[in-house]
């Protein structure tokens, strides 16, 4: 039934976190809604469609794992069919509990290849992964003089390819969603001192995602619950040294924060995300506004497809 899934395996976990080939379909599979985003790339261009959404019911997608990949697939499909779509293959948005990020050093003269492995496992310790490195996709990204590596375990990331095969699309890889918001900063982070802060906070109703660069090296990756997120959030800026961080916030229309009131309470400067400021709508009359922020995630996924 899943004819060559075994075959997309090996490439799919040595590319979790690198650029991705040229699609035209991204997805996001959250917990309680599937949302298909539709493009084309133009030169460097990146070129919009429309937008798809479909509610879940409850236990369909669960601590972002795809939990019934046979009902998914014939979702993803359906969608498709409904607005239109045709696609060859697909990106898809990995949500934070999916995916563990951390950085860290490499020994001198060292690269993430296959030897490193031994070095990386007698780490695990202080990785503190929520489950066995030895039964985990790893991936890796460098950023300055360190090394960002991501962790799946592999029983669930062969849960993602199974619901792709299932939907007949060609899974051309999987994203962090904080890396996908980080491709909506305004400023490469390369370009940027390498001693100043920038932060990404991602407002996802009761939870809320921070990630914390220092130039463009990511330090920092939290998760804030919105009750007390205000309080955490300013206790966690008075500790960082230097220049207060800009942070970019994305967030729900209807739940965007008051950003000035936020600034003068959190000593810094804070601006919204707009993902549609980095691209082009092609047909101003399919295009549902105002889009929820996952529009916003997914045209951050679909950017990495751009030619550098």
């Keep these: 039934?899943?004819?060559?899934?075994?075959?997309?395996?090996?490439?799919?976990?040595?590319?979790?976190?690198?650029?991705?080939?040229t699609g035209r379909v991204a997805v996001a599979m959250e917990a309680d809604a599937l949302t298909l985003l539709a493009y084309q790339t133009n030169g460097g261009q990146l070129q919009l469609q429309s937008w798809q959404q479909a509610p879940l019911p409850s236990g369909v997608v669960e601590a972002g794992v795809p939990l019934l990949s046979e009902a998914l697939g014939d979702?993803?499909?359906?969608?498709?069919?409904?607005?239109?779509l045709q696609a060859p293959g697909a990106r898809a948005l990995l949500p934070p509990e999916a995916v563990v990020l951390r950085s860290l050093k490499l020994p001198a003269g060292r690269q993430p290849d296959a030897e490193i492995m031994p070095w990386l496992m007698g780490q695990e310790a202080a990785l503190a992964l929520p489950f066995?490195?030895?039964?985990?996709?790893?991936?890796?990204?460098?950023?300055?003089?360190?090394?960002?590596?991501?962790?799946?375990?592999?029983d669930q990331l062969d849960r993602w390819i199974?619901?792709?095969?299932?939907?007949?699309l060609d899974l051309h890889g999987l994203e962090p969603s904080v890396l996908a918001v980080e491709r909506l900063l305004p400023a490469a982070l390369?370009?940027?001192?390498?001693?100043?802060w920038t932060g990404s906070l991602?407002?996802?109703?009761?939870?809320?995602?921070l990630m914390l660069w220092r130039g463009a090296v990511p330090l920092r990756q939290l998760s804030l619950a919105s009750a007390s997120g205000l309080d955490e959030l300013q206790?966690?800026?008075?500790?960082?040294?230097?220049?207060?961080?800009?942070?970019?916030?994305?967030?729900d229309p209807e739940l965007t924060p008051p950003l000035e009131s936020w600034s003068q309470q959190l000593g810094c400067r804070l601006q919204r995300i707009d993902g549609l400021s980095q691209a082009a709508v092609?047909?101003?009359?399919?295009?549902?506004?105002?889009?929820p922020a996952v529009v916003d995630r997914l045209i951050g996924l679909a950017l990495g497809g751009l030619p550098r």
């Design 1 to 21: 039934m899943f004819s060559g899934v075994t075959e997309q395996l090996a490439p799919l976990r040595e590319q979790l976190l690198r650029p991705l080939r």
């Design 75 to 84: 979702l993803i499909g359906d969608v498709l069919l409904q607005g239109g």
């Design 132 to 154: 066995p490195l030895a039964e985990a996709a790893v991936s890796w990204q460098q950023r300055g003089d360190h090394w960002l590596l991501a962790c799946m375990p592999n």
């Design 162 to 168: 199974d619901t792709f095969a299932i939907a007949g």
């Design 190 to 196: 390369e370009q940027q001192d390498p001693q100043q």
């Design 202 to 209: 991602d407002v996802r109703g009761e939870s809320w995602q």
């Design 235 to 251: 206790a966690l800026i008075a500790e960082l040294d230097g220049q207060p961080p800009t942070l970019w916030v994305l967030a």
């Design 282 to 291: 092609s047909d101003a009359g399919a295009w549902v506004s105002p889009a």
